[in-house]
């Protein structure tokens, strides 16, 4: 079998080093105490559904809410197992999340996602290895989500943060480990009684900062604000309960330093069906983490106690003109 190699430049880009305030590619700032942030794998995107509708996903509910919203989650009416998979710059990811839904409680979710950076080996000047180093980060998290109201729903996700930089063999230092935490807050609202309209909001990635080596070289996490909406176009247009068209814009900015760089977000979901499912979504993505600006597509299926999602995002990404695909796959319980 051949091993797997992944440049080490981009990976540990998108995974922890820093990246300056007004962009990823550079540029400074006049403030440095908050020139650079950490933890950047924190910003990847998970689950076919929310890249498939260019992440504006903090206005909906969803099985994937965890990663996204977790307010979203209190819309979940049966528990369910999710798994998702998905390919990056900065490697691959695994994701696994179990709902538990307890009416009139709430939801709780456990989910935990690995991100594999790959493995590089270590050659000397003549070429012979002599060692390798491997990436890795990991996120656990703990989410709970309830309808405080008819109209407002609220959540909360707790998480550990890992990132792993091992070395085997002959190598010039034993490697980097570094461990955080952070939270999540929001919420979502629909103001106005029999208007298919949702309002979303949330505090994303609020923590200490990240210590890589040292408390000098701690870096701050990447917090971001999210405020969103979605509307549910075909509510008053032929047979409501057959068929929905939500379209849902978003915009997401730093919690420091705001209005320097904004993310914008837009996405369309078209569901045709009752009990068994088929959905067909798009999004484009301006402004993301590491990736340039670009489209996205997707489709969902559900059959009886299964839901498939398959994404493709059109982006190439600022190192790589791979096309990344996602699949997320639930169970009901």
Known sequence: ??????????????????????????QTTSDDATATEGAL??????????????????????????????????GVSESRLLVMRGDYLAGEATAL?????????????????????????????????????SVRSHVGM???????????DVGFSGKLIRFNLNCRGQCNDAGVQSTGWAIDLGAQIQPFPGLPLRLGAMLAHLGPDFQVVNAEQADPLPTR?????????????GNADAFDLWAQVEVE?????????????????????TGSLISVRSGYVRGE???????AVGVGLRFE?????????????????????????????
């Open 289 to 295: 983490v590491g990736q340039a600006d670009g489209f």
């Open 41 to 74: 794998f924190l910003l990847l995107p998970v689950g076919a559904q929310g890249v498939s509708v260019g992440r504006a996903m903090t206005a909906r509910g969803s099985a994937e809410s965890a990663f996204w919203n977790p307010a979203g989650l209190a």
């Open 142 to 152: 703990i989410s709970f989500a309830t309808s405080l109201t008819s109209w407002l």
């Open 97 to 133: 999340s179990g709902l538990v839904v307890r009416d009139p409680v709430g939801v709780i979710a456990l989910s935990y996602q690995l991100l594999d950076g790959g493995d590089q080996d270590l050659t000397d000047r003549d070429g012979n290895v002599r060692g390798a180093i």
């Open 305 to 333: 106690r299964f839901d498939l999602g398959l994404a493709k995002s059109l982006a190439g990404s600022i190192a790589s003109e791979r096309e990344p695909v996602h699949v997320s796959f639930s169970i009901v319980f």
């Open 225 to 237: 604000v999210r405020v969103s909406a979605a509307y549910d176009l075909f509510q008053y247009f």
């Open 253 to 273: 900015d730093r919690w420091t330093g705001p209005g320097r760089s904004p993310s914008f977000y837009a996405g369309t979901e078209f569901i045709a069906g």
């Open 1 to 26: 079998m051949m091993k797997r190699h992944r440049p080490l430049l981009p990976v540990l880009f998108m995974l922890v080093m820093p990246v300056l305030h007004e962009g990823a590619l550079g």
